[in-house]
């Protein structure tokens, strides 16, 4: 058998099969076509990748990639290079009245997948700089339940869910109230929604009990105020309730929203992220954050193993976004690829407190496959 692209000899993690092992996979019209040990074929592109990390293709759940269009977007093949994304969910750049652009002027031309959740307010984050810095949430005059959802139902292939910030950075004094916005948004689209939350109020216990079976609190490991420890050090009840009931729990790092001693404790009591993404924009691509390959570092240098953190980053969100077809190298699967390697050396990693990790190994960017042809390799 002869394939478009043969990757041979990598270290296949594909969490949804169970695979964890040296193995071949091949791709051929655009689709994953085969995996397996030592794979009797040939490529008619083939690469060597022993010692490399072969997962499916790596999403960024929480990401800002409407650049131009915003003032915190960053190019998303630009940076796709670097972070090994094939595929990144814009949440919340664009509302109602600019969702188009990020249609036609970022999703429709980058080589990288784009899709989105859309603001519930109709501007989209609008007011965002180091100088300016006005919460999209916080005139209500600009969150319309109705006009969300009908935007929304006008482009599924685009908006998998409802954004809302809320905090009192972002929506001041309005408490819950756009959050309960958001949901009847989602209510009226059939969606997810995924909910900011910076400080108080609301409380962080307050945000959990309004989300809903399959909504999403992202910034989840902030430092306080709002972290997801209570004043004992200990997990809030609220965080294991709202486990039980179906709430998804996302990183989304960030410039303000990932505490290496907030993640420790965590990990420590055992409550380990659902997603991690890294929330990058324009104010954090140059660190902290850098992009989510950073972030995972960072929790493989906190313990996390490699297998649970390739989920949080491909299967896990695949099945939110409702793209199975995304989450695993099963073939029939579309064809998106990230080669990872570790490589070795003395690496410190920095938090959004200023707090740092020493760590002798790190994450990078081997190569990047999207719909089955090799699109970047370093
Ligand atoms: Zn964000």
């Given at each position: 058998?002869?394939y478009d692209?043969?990757?041979?000899?990598?270290?296949?993690?594909?969490?949804?099969?169970?695979?964890d092992?040296?193995a071949?996979?091949a791709?051929h019209?655009g689709?994953?076509a085969a995996?397996g040990?030592?794979?009797d074929a040939e490529g008619?592109l083939?690469?060597?990748?022993?010692?490399?990390i072969?997962?499916?293709g790596m999403i960024?759940f929480?990401?800002?990639?409407y650049?131009?269009g915003?003032?915190?977007?960053?190019?998303?093949?630009?940076?796709?290079?670097?972070a090994g994304?094939?595929?990144?969910?814009?949440?919340g750049?664009?509302?109602a009245?600019?969702i188009?652009?990020l249609?036609?002027?970022?999703a429709?031309?980058a080589a990288?997948r784009?899709?989105?959740?859309?603001?519930v307010?109709f501007?989209g984050?609008?007011?965002?700089?180091?100088?300016?810095?006005v919460g999209?949430?916080?005139d209500?005059?600009?969150?319309?339940p109705?006009?969300?959802?009908?935007?929304?139902?006008?482009n599924?292939?685009l908006?998998r869910?409802?954004?809302?910030r809320?905090g009192?950075l972002?929506?001041?004094?309005?408490?819950?109230?756009?959050?309960h916005?958001?949901?009847e948004?989602?209510?009226?689209?059939?969606l997810p929604?995924m909910?900011?939350i910076?400080r108080?109020p609301p409380?962080?216990?307050q945000v959990?009990?309004?989300?809903r079976p399959?909504?999403?609190?992202t910034?989840?490991?902030?430092?306080?105020p709002?972290?997801?420890?209570g004043?004992?050090?200990?997990?809030?009840?609220?965080c294991?309730?709202?486990?039980?009931?179906?709430?998804?729990f996302?990183?989304?790092?960030?410039?303000?929203?990932?505490s290496f001693?907030?993640?420790?404790?965590?990990l420590?009591q055992?409550?380990?992220p659902?997603?991690?993404?890294?929330d990058?924009?324009?104010?954090?691509?140059?660190?902290?954050?850098f992009?989510?390959l950073?972030?995972?570092?960072k929790?493989l240098?906190?313990?996390?193993?490699?297998p649970s953190?390739?989920?949080?980053v491909?299967?896990?969100?695949?099945l939110?976004?409702g793209r199975?077809d995304?989450?695993d190298?099963a073939?029939?699967?579309t064809g998106?690829?990230?080669?990872?390697?570790?490589?070795?050396?003395d690496?410190?990693?920095v938090?959004v407190?200023g707090a740092?990790?020493?760590?002798p190994?790190?994450l990078?960017t081997r190569?990047?496959?999207?719909?089955?042809r090799l699109?970047h390799e370093?």
């Amino acid at each position: 058998m002869r394939y478009d692209l043969l990757l041979r000899g990598g270290r296949v993690i594909d969490p949804r099969s169970g695979l964890d092992g040296v193995a071949d996979v091949a791709l051929h019209d655009g689709r994953v076509a085969a995996v397996g040990a030592s794979l009797d074929a040939e490529g008619t592109l083939e690469r060597d990748l022993a010692g490399c990390i072969v997962m499916p293709g790596m999403i960024d759940f929480h990401a800002h990639v409407y650049p131009a269009g915003t003032s915190l977007g960053v190019d998303p093949d630009a940076l796709a290079r670097r972070a090994g994304t094939t595929t990144w969910l814009d949440v919340g750049s664009a509302g109602a009245g600019n969702i188009a652009g990020l249609r036609d002027h970022v999703a429709a031309r980058a080589a990288t997948r784009v899709l989105a959740y859309l603001h519930v307010s109709f501007a989209g984050i609008f007011g965002f700089s180091r100088e300016v810095m006005v919460g999209e949430s916080w005139d209500l005059r600009l969150l319309e339940p109705a006009v969300c959802a009908r935007v929304a139902r006008e482009n599924p292939d685009l908006v998998r869910g409802i954004k809302v910030r809320i905090g009192a950075l972002t929506s001041g004094p309005h408490g819950l109230l756009p959050l309960h916005l958001a949901i009847e948004a989602a209510e009226l689209a059939g969606l997810p929604v995924m909910c900011h939350i910076d400080r108080p109020p609301p409380t962080y216990a307050q945000v959990l009990e309004t989300l809903r079976p399959g909504d999403i609190l992202t910034h989840c490991f902030r430092p306080p105020p709002n972290a997801p420890l209570g004043g004992d050090g200990r997990v809030r009840e609220a965080c294991w309730q709202a486990r039980e009931r179906g709430v998804l729990f996302d990183v989304a790092h960030g410039m303000g929203s990932f505490s290496f001693a907030v993640a420790e404790a965590m990990l420590a009591q055992g409550f380990a992220p659902d997603i991690v993404s890294s929330d990058v924009h324009s104010l954090c691509v140059d660190g902290p954050a850098f992009d989510n390959l950073e972030t995972m570092s960072k929790f493989l240098t906190l313990g996390m193993d490699l297998p649970s953190l390739v989920a949080a980053v491909s299967a896990t969100p695949a099945l939110k976004l409702g793209r199975p077809d995304l989450a695993d190298l099963a073939p029939g699967s579309t064809g998106d690829v990230t080669v990872l390697e570790l490589v070795e050396g003395d690496f410190t990693l920095v938090d959004v407190t200023g707090a740092t990790r020493r760590t002798p190994r790190k994450l990078r960017t081997r190569a990047v496959v999207l719909a089955g042809r090799l699109w970047h390799e370093a």
